[in-house]
Nanobody
Framework: QVQLVESGGGLVQTGGSLRLSCAASGRISTYAKHWFRQAPGKGREFVAGISWTGDDIVYAESVKGRFTISRDNAKNTINLQMDSLKPEDTAVYYC????????????????WGQGTQVTVSS
């Protein structure tokens, strides 16, 4: 069983930066890792993802050029550096890890963190 715990959220002014971290209790080195967010009254949306090899990284258009996802397999962490923050980035941010077998589209295993609040003031 894997548990994911996010940290690093908080209140920041427009244009500021935050660094989110997600610590995993189990080994997730072979898992694809993602960050999602959910703003008040909205559905959960994809923010950024990194393949288990680290070769493939994808960002939502809304954060491209401002956010950077990274993973440290030795420390079992997933990080999200958020720069040039905007009020519309205000949301609860969740980390997500998924393990895929071969070319399967659906994950064999998947885990969510409990979320961390990010609030950007204007």
């Amino acid at each position: 069983q894997v548990q994911l715990v996010e940290s690093g959220g908080g209140l920041v002014q427009t244009g500021g930066s935050l660094r989110l971290s997600c610590a995993a209790s189990g080994r997730i080195s072979t898992y694809a890792k993602h960050w999602f967010r959910q703003a008040p009254g909205k559905g959960r949306e994809f923010v950024a993802g990194i393949s288990w090899t680290g070769d493939d990284i994808v960002y939502a258009e809304s954060v491209k050029g401002r956010f950077t996802i990274s993973r440290d397999n030795a420390k079992n962490t997933i990080n999200l550096q958020m720069d040039s923050l905007k009020p519309e980035d205000t949301a609860v941010y969740y980390c997500y890890a998924a393990y895929y077998r071969g070319s399967d589209h659906d994950p064999a295993y998947e885990y969510w963190g409990q979320g961390t609040q990010v609030t950007v003031s204007s």
